[in-house]
């Protein structure tokens, strides 16, 4: 439970279909240790406080799960390491991968648990002829996250439910506002949760301490063609973006953040 609508019907929906469910929300990092208020991400305590409500609303136990050193070292590290090298980290999908699929699922089936429940929207499906497990998109193509999900192995998926996957939000948000719970018209999250406004390179700039200082841009004979505003803001293959005028397309084809000052 995120704390947010989607996984709180889904918690509910379980519970309709005469299913036995535990609440549990994994605490990722704490917003402190980021440097940003609790009341602007998701993950927060604010939302650990909204989950816990909705859980108490529909009487089922409910805990928090401290993950927050796994995080930091598989996530947000990956994260900081990938983006450096000029490389596009997904760090939602390293978050499904390392930390919800993996490490909470365990921790349900250690606890006797059959299966873990999310709001995510996407479905599951066990195909009789091949005695494969199959995840699909979501019936509402607008609110598919199966992209996020592809890694999921066939032991994952045949512990796993997706109740959301042949809904639409505003058949998740009417149950939440008929039974008030506290989330019911909570705005979906947007953005990497560690990341909320979406500016990379200042997050990485205050979680290590370091500063990406601006530079040069060389060609691939080493000649000086601009200037850029530090080697961490381009991406490898980058195109668009770089405020270079070459009279034909250029593209970022390597860089290394840690010997020199320039893309």
Known sequence: MSGGVDSSVAAWLMLQQGYRCEGTTMRLYRNADI????????CSQKDIDDASEVAFQLDIP?????FTMDFKEQIIGKFIHVYEA?????????CNRYMKFDKLLRFARQKGLDSIVTGHYA???????????LLKKALDAGKDQ????????????????????????AEVRKPAEQLHFVNARKHDSQDICFVPDGDY?????????????????????????????????????QRKGLG?????PVYVCGKDIHAHPYA
């Open 201 to 237: 390179v200042k997050f990485m700039e205050r979680y290590t301490g370091k500063h990406y200082p601006e530079g040069d841009f060389l060609n691939e004979a080493g000649a000086v063609v601009g200037k850029h505003q530090g080697a961490v803001h381009y991406t490898i293959g």
């Open 146 to 169: 199966s992209y996020v999900l592809y890694m999921l192995n066939q032991e994952q998926l045949a512990h796993t439910k997706f109740p959301l996957g042949e809904k639409t939000k």
């Open 62 to 66: 409910y805990e928090v799960l401290d």
């Open 86 to 94: 000029g490389g596009t980290p997904n760090p939602c999908i390293d």
């Open 244 to 248: 270079l005028s070459m009279g034909r």
């Open 35 to 42: 440097g940003l208020s609790q009341y602007h991400t998701c």
């Open 123 to 133: 479905r599951i499906e066990y195909d009789e002829t091949t005695g494969r497990y």
